[in-house]
């Protein structure tokens, strides 16, 4: 073979495998809300945190997609609102040579998951600044929610 074809051969190749990797993070939208400031710094802290997940994703070009994570971080103290957090952490990812389950699969958990290291620190940013405990999230298994998901999908089409 010559070296023009085996060249040929490689780049071939190359095009055909798998890809995923990120181009970019951003902050697209955050918000804090403390509706009882400054009277709930005079109270015991007792926090009750509930957290809420999404994630959106689209194409933005050739084999580039933006995935959004969403969360909304609560936290009562008392049965009352303490603080809420909510916030759209995005990404651009290059994905390619994937066949459709698989970019499902990339776009609903593995995009996420890599984002979530950067929402949790922004929400524990914007909380500390708030004049609150510092709140780290706990890690979150992406690919059960993933899973959870396409099986109450799968349920509700049988249905």
């Known amino acids: 073979m010559s070296d023009t074809a085996e060249t040929q051969e ?3 190749q190359e095009a055909q495998a798998p890809q995923l990797s990120m181009q970019r993070v951003f902050l697209k939208d955050i918000s804090f809300e403390s509706p009882r400031s400054p ?3 005079q109270e015991e802290w007792k926090p009750e945190v509930g957290l809420e997940l999404n994630t959106k994703s689209r194409q933005v070009g050739e084999s580039v997609y933006e995935v959004v994570l969403e969360i909304t971080v609560t936290v009562k103290n008392s049965g009352q609102t303490g603080y809420l957090v909510q916030i ?7 994905i ?4 459709d389950q698989q970019l499902h699969h990339a776009l609903g958990a593995s995009c996420p998951a890599t984002l979530f290291p950067y929402a949790r620190e922004n929400i524990d940013a914007i909380v500390v600044k708030g004049s609150f405990p510092a709140i780290m999230l706990a890690p979150i298994n992406f690919d059960a929610l993933y899973l959870e998901s396409l099986q109450k999908q799968q349920a509700e089409t049988t249905q």
């Not at 759209?88 to 290059?94: A, E, I, K, Y």
């Not at 390619?96 to 066949?99: E, I, T």
């Open 96 to 99: 390619s040579g994937l066949d």
């Open 88 to 94: 759209q952490q995005g990404g651009l990812f290059v």
């Open 39 to 41: 009277m709930i710094f």
């Open 10 to 12: 490689a780049q071939t």
